[in-house]
C-alpha cells in the first residue's frame, strides 16, 4: 500500500492551454474521487467514480473539465482552455466500497494558470 | 450541498477544549472528520455511521445525531499538534447521494502555548 499518488504535483500553464493530471488509487479501492480546493477553503466536489463509472459530476463545473478512470484503475482529470480562475490545488481521494469507509486523499496537484 | 461548519476559527490554550460542529440540510449516511494542516492532504481523524454513535480517539471524540443531521467534533486538552483546519465530510443516504463525499468549508483550530 504506497497510498493515493498523484502527479505532477504542480503545474503552471498559460492561460488557454490544456492541462492533466493523473491520481493512481489505493489499489484494491473502488471509489475515486476529485476534489478542488482553494486558499482558505475546503475540498469543492468535482466528480467521483465507483470502478470505471462516473457516478456524479458536479453542476458548478463547466464542460472544460472531464475525467476518465479507463479500466477503473487511474484516473485523469483535464482541463482544456485553462482560465486564471483555474487555479488552486486539484486533491484526489480514494475508498472502498461498503458502509463506514475512510477516504485517504493525494498530496494533490497545484495548478498555477499564468 | 456541502455541510455547514461553525465556529469557522478557534483560538485555544494549551490545554483547553473546543467543539466543531457539523449540519446537513439531506439525511446522511455518514460523517467524515479530516485534519488538513498547512501544505498538506487532508488527514482521516473518525467516522460516524447513522445511528448516533459517539467515537473516540485519543483526546478527540465525536458524536452523530442523524435526526438532526449533525454531528459535533470534541477536541479535550488541546495540544499544539492539534493546529490546523478540520473538515467534515458527508456522505448521502440515498441514490447516487450515497458513496458522494462532499466537505465543509472548514474551521481553523489554532492551539497556543
Known amino acids: 500500500d504506497t497510498g493515493v499518488s498523484q502527479n505532477p504535483r504542480h503545474k503552471i500553464t498559460k492561460r488557454g492551454q490544456n492541462v492533466t493530471f493523473r491520481c493512481d488509487p489505493i489499489?484494491?479501492?473502488?471509489?475515486l474521487y476529485w476534489y478542488r480546493q482553494t486558499l482558505g477553503q475546503g475540498p469543492e466536489f468535482l466528480t467521483y467514480f465507483q470502478n470505471e463509472a462516473q457516478l456524479e459530476k458536479s453542476r458548478l463545473l463547466s464542460d472544460r473539465f472531464s475525467a476518465e478512470r479507463p479500466k477503473g484503475s487511474f484516473s485523469t482529470l483535464e482541463i482544456q482552455r485553462t482560465e486564471q480562475g483555474d487555479s488552486a490545488m486539484y486533491l484526489c481521494?480514494?475508498?472502498?466500497?461498503?458502509?463506514?469507509?475512510?477516504?485517504?486523499f493525494g498530496q494533490g496537484t497545484r495548478l498555477t494558470v499564468v | 450541498q456541502q455541510p455547514v461548519q461553525s465556529p469557522q476559527a478557534v483560538i485555544l490554550r494549551e490545554g483547553e477544549d473546543a467543539v466543531i460542529n457539523c449540519s446537513s440540510s439531506k439525511a446522511l449516511y455518514s460523517v467524515h472528520w479530516y485534519r488538513q494542516k498547512h501544505g498538506e492532504a487532508p488527514v482521516f481523524l473518525m467516522i460516524l455511521l447513522k445511528g448516533g454513535e459517539q467515537k473516540g480517539h485519543d483526546k478527540i471524540s465525536a458524536s452523530f445525531n442523524e435526526k438532526k443531521q449533525q454531528s459535533s467534533l470534541y477536541l479535550t486538552a488541546s495540544q499544539l499538534s492539534y493546529s490546523g483546519t478540520y473538515f467534515c465530510?458527508?456522505?448521502?443516504?440515498?441514490?447516487?447521494?450515497?458513496?458522494?463525499?462532499?466537505f465543509g468549508q472548514g474551521t481553523i483550530l489554532t492551539v497556543h502555548p
Open positions: 481521494a480514494s475508498r472502498t466500497t461498503g458502509s463506514g469507509t475512510e477516504a485517504f
Open positions: 465530510g458527508s456522505e448521502g443516504a440515498g441514490g447516487t447521494s450515497y458513496g458522494k463525499l462532499t
Open positions: 489499489s484494491e479501492h473502488n471509489r
